[in-house]
């Protein structure tokens, strides 16, 4: 004998359905409330947007070039009002074939320009001074003689990959008498560690635009 169970199921009730609906409803409102009003995850920002912040924040305030031929030298103050250091690893212009970052230093009764390894760090909210006899821009190679009144470009590149664009004046000055002509038509190999003739210590903030 084969025995065929049936399973009845019970109708809902109108109330108990429209009880079913409600809750359904309302488990779906709460669900999309809660993503809703969930805050969306911050993204970190691109690398290029970093370094337009960055450059953003510097400004090359008071710069000037010295009046010349061959070779001679970018000054003034290198500020940043960001909240992280700023390092200039190198500048580039149309004025010049070669350009380098330079400091002096100082040994025995000499004084010699050299180019800074690492390049210039202006610390965050601070300044990096650039003044004949220290800290300058050096620009060798000049595509032609900077004259007073002339207005050199520069493009200046940072380590975190920004750039910053800026002009100075080129003015007439009198306190720095180097001669480069011993260095001209030298290559970049024939340049790089030489010295930029040796001072007395005691004038060399006088004696060096370059």
């Known amino acids: 004998m084969t025995h065929t169970f049936v399973t009845r199921t019970r109708a809902l009730r109108p109330a108990q359905r429209l009880l079913a609906v409600s809750g359904a409803a309302l488990a779906a409102s709460l669900l999309l409330t809660s993503c809703a009003g969930a805050p969306a995850a911050s993204e970190p920002k691109a690398a290029s947007e970093t370094a337009a912040d960055s450059a953003s924040a510097f400004e090359l305030t008071d710069g000037w070039a010295k009046a010349g031929d061959g070779m001679t030298?970018?000054?003034?103050?290198?500020?940043?009002?960001?909240?992280?250091?700023?390092n200039l690893v190198s500048v580039e212009s149309p004025a010049a074939g070669m350009i380098q970052l330079h400091e002096t230093v100082t040994t025995g009764a000499n004084a010699t320009m050299r180019e800074k390894e690492g390049g210039f760090i202006v610390p965050a909210g601070g300044s990096f001074e650039l003044e004949p006899g220290g800290n300058h821009i050096m620009f060798m190679d000049l595509a032609e003689?900077?004259?007073?009144?002339?207005?050199?470009?520069?493009?200046?590149?940072?380590?975190?990959?920004?750039?910053?664009?800026?002009?100075?004046?080129?003015?007439?000055y009198e306190g720095a008498q180097e001669n480069y002509e011993d260095v001209e038509g030298m290559d970049h190999g024939d340049?790089?560690?030489?010295?930029?003739?040796?001072?007395?210590?005691?004038?060399?903030?006088d004696e060096h635009a370059g």
Do not use: I, Q, R
Request: net charge negative; aromatic share 4%; glycine share 14%.
């Open 191 to 205: 340049m790089e560690g030489m010295d930029h003739g040796d001072t007395d210590a005691g004038a060399s903030s």
């Open 73 to 86: 030298g970018v000054f003034g103050s290198l500020t940043n009002s960001g909240d992280t250091d700023l």
């Open 145 to 172: 003689p900077l004259l007073a009144g002339d207005e050199v470009k520069l493009t200046l590149n940072f380590a975190d990959g920004s750039t910053a664009k800026t002009s100075v004046l080129v003015k007439d």
